[in-house]
């Protein structure tokens, strides 16, 4: 089993929707978890944190789920600019702080 | 500030050459990683360092791979001799263990490497 798994999509999705992933990991001691965003062509940039209380950044709900070893990112309102591939990022603290990338999801809004 | 710094941006370079690529993390950061992208793959995490120390080698393909870091601000990646499978854009990122956001990962803008 991979150690981060990512429906790879793509999502088409027309704008204004709402569009959720969802990512799953297989080391019950994963620490930290968060979610990047990756434009075409572009490095991965950091788009938020995942808290085990859940948090929200305007249009952006991340959930941890441990007892499920799952995370998910809800999108309201998606916008044009919301196309790019979204990396869910798990952190293993007691093995060196090893950092794993899951594949990615496509994700493109449509006009 | 700068942010981390990979050059080249591009390289083209026949089968069997030698490859190496460079990394200048963000000042201050002590922990350095070398991951490659692929479609297929995605992102595979390479090696990494902590205060300049190899910890984690183990994602390196094979010994035809090699890294280095030789100081606190600069590290390379060696490809000897390279094979067309090694086409991939390659990802350098640093991050740092105190202060701030010590869990986001800062990366350049990688190097796109083709291998004929």
């Known amino acids: 089993r991979k150690e981060v798994e990512q429906d790879p999509g793509p999502f088409n999705v027309p704008e204004g929707a709402t569009v959720a992933f969802n990512c799953t990991y297989s080391n019950s001691a994963s620490q930290s978890f968060f979610w990047y965003r990756q434009d075409c062509r572009k490095e991965p940039k950091l788009l938020m944190s995942v808290y085990s209380s859940g948090n929200e950044d305007g249009r952006f709900t991340a959930q941890l789920n441990r007892a499920s070893q799952y995370i998910s990112l809800l999108i309201r309102d998606s916008k044009l600019s919301d196309s790019a591939t979204y990396l869910c990022?798990?952190?293993?603290?007691?093995?060196?702080?090893?950092?794993?990338f899951g594949k990615g999801t496509r994700l493109h809004i449509l006009p | 500030d700068a942010g981390v710094i990979q050059s080249p941006r591009h390289e083209v370079t026949e089968m069997g050459q030698e490859v190496t690529l460079r990394c200048k993390p963000i000042?201050?950061?002590?922990?350095l990683f070398w991951y490659r992208q692929t479609m297929m793959r995605g992102l595979e995490l390479l090696i990494y360092?902590?205060?300049?120390?190899?910890?984690?080698d183990s994602g390196m393909p094979e010994d035809r791979f090699s890294a280095k870091m030789p100081n606190a601000s600069f590290s390379t990646l060696k490809i000897q001799p390279s094979e067309p499978r090694d086409s991939a854009v390659y990802f350098c990122?640093?991050?740092?263990?105190?202060?701030?956001?010590?869990?986001?990962?800062?990366f350049g803008e990688g190097s796109r490497l083709t291998v004929l």
């Open positions: 990022v798990v952190t293993l603290l007691n093995r060196d702080d090893k950092i794993i």
């Open positions: 360092f902590n205060n300049n120390v190899p910890i984690d």
């Open positions: 990122a640093s991050r740092a263990s105190r202060g701030e956001n010590t869990g986001e990962l800062f």
């Open positions: 000042s201050g950061h002590d922990y």
